[in-house]
């Protein structure tokens, strides 16, 4: 009997990890095309943890980025977020070179990474089953993602990019 019960454990266990591991990677939102820089972007790693890194178009955020774990339950995906990157300080300037923002930057600052007090526990509904001429797609709360890269650990792991 407990034999039984230890592979069925160890199966579930597998289920969950092949399931994780299958959106491993690094996924843009809107499009496959990386042009200078990324847009919003999800960093999903083998070991089942995660990193939301916002556009780097948006040259106003403090939040540069998000992360935690996360796992798949069904067609939803529970992110618990537990740390925060954020550029703190730093100075307001007219940007010419900036592509948001109405052309207003924050410049210098230092970038940070903030330990939450309480761990963050949110759900999103998760669609792997998107089909696209652009790539590998998949839906988070109806908004569409591209894989453009197989391994998030080559400028990622840390949450900063």
């Not at 200078?36 to 780097?56: A, I, P, Q, R, V």
């Amino acid at each position: 009997m407990k034999k039984i019960f230890c592979v069925i454990i160890l199966v579930i266990i597998g289920i969950y990890q092949s399931k994780a591991q299958s959106l491993v990677g690094v996924w843009q939102r809107d499009t496959n095309c990386v042009l200078g820089k990324h847009l919003d972007t999800y960093c999903f790693f083998s070991d089942g943890t995660f990193c939301f890194n916002s556009d780097e178009n948006n040259s106003l955020s403090r939040i540069l980025s998000i992360g935690g774990s996360y796992i798949i339950v069904k067609n939803q995906i529970v992110f618990h977020v537990k740390y925060t990157i954020e550029r703190s300080d730093g100075i307001l300037v007219r940007d010419t070179l900036a592509t948001q923002c109405g052309s207003w930057s924050i410049k210098g600052g230092v970038i940070k990474k903030m330990m939450l007090r309480k761990t963050i526990v949110e759900k999103a509904d998760l669609d792997r089953t998107v089909n696209s001429k652009s790539g590998k797609c998949l839906l988070i709360d109806m908004r569409k993602y591209f894989k453009i890269s197989n391994n998030p650990d080559i400028n990622y792991k840390s949450g900063t990019k």
